[in-house]
């Protein structure tokens, strides 16, 4: 007998280790291109690995989604154990994979719910999780996805690049606003929003931006519940933690995920980088 639902998804997602035990999710992994050859996010190359060879390397390394035949392979596989999957990527604005993933499942003729996070990282884990409560509630695969789509604008993320360089030659910037921003040494905070970064706010210095992103969460504290929030950083877990405990100093209620941002993401945004994220409920 075939089981239910798969969970599908790439590897922006920051997917603990017992959630991955617990529960049938498959991870397709991006590539990370070096100079020296080419890496799957999370397989070959960790987070921690990264941000080395960036630093030995000539050249800023180049990511690239999934190639359709990864995807084709595991939807066929799929189709021998379970019913049917829902498969939840990283914004579509942001990369290819979402489109690659929905082409490989008609041609593998599984049925296959895809959804456009229009987010990236940890809040992509919290969707799909949202997802499996919602199936073991007895609900349709269908149903579940159409209410996933549009879990996106329950979330909100403050995002502190730690090199706008390599951030700029990812093509995730402007111009314009690489050469303001290291003109004037500012320090913008971007967002990930409505599937598509954006410069939230510009400041002067790091630890006033960390404060920014704290008033964020304290106003989104006094008008929804926020149970749960996110520290994602780039190789800089020591920050990441002194800010777990300013929020836990002060939220009790809150529980606090401390977590890498993946290779993919740090290739683009670099070491140093501090984001924040959570779901307002």
């Given at each position: 007998?075939?089981?239910?639902?798969?969970?599908?998804?790439?590897?922006?997602?920051?997917?603990?280790?017992?959630?991955?035990?617990?529960?049938?999710?498959?991870?397709?992994?991006?590539?990370?291109?070096?100079?020296?050859?080419?890496?799957?996010?999370?397989?070959?190359?960790?987070?921690?690995?990264?941000?080395?060879?960036?630093?030995?390397?000539?050249?800023?390394?180049?990511?690239?989604?999934?190639?359709?035949?990864?995807?084709?392979?595991?939807?066929?596989?799929?189709?021998?154990?379970?019913?049917?999957?829902?498969?939840?990527?990283?914004?579509?604005?942001?990369?290819?994979?979402?489109?690659?993933?929905?082409?490989?499942?008609?041609?593998?003729?599984?049925?296959?719910?895809?959804?456009?996070?229009?987010?990236?990282?940890?809040?992509?884990?919290?969707?799909?999780?949202?997802?499996?409560?919602?199936?073991?509630?007895?609900?349709?695969?269908?149903?579940?996805?159409?209410?996933?789509?549009?879990?996106?604008?329950?979330?909100?993320?403050?995002?502190?690049?730690?090199?706008?360089?390599?951030?700029?030659?990812?093509?995730?910037?402007?111009?314009?606003?690489?050469?303001?921003?290291?003109?004037?040494?500012?320090?913008?905070?971007?967002?990930?929003?409505?599937?598509?970064?954006?410069?939230?706010?510009?400041?002067?210095?790091?630890?006033?931006?960390?404060?920014?992103?704290?008033?964020?969460?304290?106003?989104?504290?006094?008008?929804?519940?926020?149970?749960?929030?996110?520290?994602?950083?780039?190789?800089?877990?020591?920050?990441?933690?002194?800010?777990?405990?300013?929020?836990?100093?002060?939220?009790?209620?809150?529980?606090?995920?401390?977590?890498?941002?993946?290779?993919?993401?740090g290739a683009h945004a670099g070491?140093?980088?501090?984001a924040l994220a959570w779901r307002?409920?």
């Amino acid at each position: 007998m075939k089981k239910k639902i798969a969970w599908v998804t790439d590897s922006t997602a920051l997917i603990p280790d017992h959630i991955m035990e617990e529960h049938d999710i498959y991870v397709v992994p991006l590539e990370i291109i070096f100079e020296d050859g080419t890496y799957e996010d999370g397989i070959d190359l960790e987070p921690e690995h990264l941000y080395q060879k960036i630093v030995q390397a000539n050249y800023a390394p180049k990511t690239s989604q999934p190639c359709l035949g990864k995807f084709v392979t595991l939807y066929e596989r799929l189709k021998e154990e379970y019913e049917c999957a829902i498969a939840v990527h990283l914004s579509s604005n942001l990369s290819g994979t979402y489109n690659t993933s929905a082409t490989a499942a008609k041609m593998v003729d599984f049925p296959v719910e895809s959804v456009d996070s229009k987010l990236m990282s940890y809040p992509i884990t919290s969707i799909i999780l949202n997802g499996i409560e919602q199936a073991k509630e007895g609900k349709g695969y269908r149903e579940i996805a159409a209410s996933l789509r549009e879990e996106y604008k329950n979330f909100e993320n403050y995002i502190l690049v730690g090199s706008l360089d390599q951030f700029y030659k990812g093509g995730r910037m402007t111009g314009l606003q690489y050469f303001i921003g290291n003109l004037l040494q500012i320090k913008p905070i971007f967002q990930i929003k409505d599937g598509l970064f954006e410069v939230y706010e510009k400041v002067r210095t790091e630890g006033k931006a960390v404060k920014r992103m704290l008033e964020q969460l304290e106003n989104a504290k006094q008008n929804y519940s926020v149970k749960h929030v996110q520290i994602l950083h780039g190789n800089v877990l020591e920050k990441a933690l002194e800010l777990k405990e300013k929020i836990q100093s002060k939220y009790s209620d809150v529980e606090v995920l401390v977590g890498p941002i993946s290779s993919t993401i740090g290739a683009h945004a670099g070491m140093g980088t501090l984001a924040l994220a959570w779901r307002n409920e």
